[in-house]
């Protein structure tokens, strides 16, 4: 009998030593988790500054094309014909497309919004004026949602 009774407390102390290595590994386990969601929430923050890098390209890209071929069209001293006038409309209207998708990536949180704005804010205030001094407002919707959500002042 009083074997069964010593086997009993050592039953009781392994149990308690298994709970307490299991509550130890469940606080390691939360440690680590919370270190992978730091470092995936890095990785997110630097594949959107990544992303927002490219995208910045790509409208200074656009832009580069407008003002060159513009440029161009000054140095050659052209009256503008059909032709380069429908080419300067597109490289316009090129730039002018990529300006309203990166807006909209602004609208929708994708970008960061103070990136955007401190790249482009006199830009996009001085195209915003275009469009409506054109009635063309409504084509560039986002556009016109990022001046007015933001209230620039254009």
């Known amino acids: 009998m009083q074997y069964l009774i010593d086997n009993t407390n ?11 290595l299991a509550s130890i590994g469940v606080v390691v386990g939360l440690i680590i988790a919370c270190l992978q969601l730091r470092n995936s929430s890095k990785n997110n ?7 927002e890098f490219d995208a910045f390209e790509k409208i200074s890209n656009a832009e580069k094309k407008f003002v060159d071929y513009i440029e161009r069209l000054d140095l050659e001293k052209k009256q503008l014909d059909k032709k380069n006038n429908n080419l300067l409309n597109k490289k316009r209207e090129e730039y002018y497309k990529t300006l309203n998708l990166i807006c909209l990536y602004v ?10 704005l401190n790249e482009y804010e006199n830009k996009l205030l001085k195209i915003y004026k275009i469009l409506k001094n054109d009635n063309i407002l409504d084509k560039y ?8 959500k933001y209230s620039l002042k254009p």
């Open 141 to 148: 919707i986002n556009i016109k949602d990022v001046v007015e």
């Open 10 to 20: 050592y039953i009781n102390i392994i149990i308690k030593l298994i709970q307490g």
């Open 45 to 51: 923050r630097i594949n959107i500054l990544k992303t």
């Open 107 to 116: 609208l929708e949180k994708c970008f960061t919004k103070e990136h955007f």
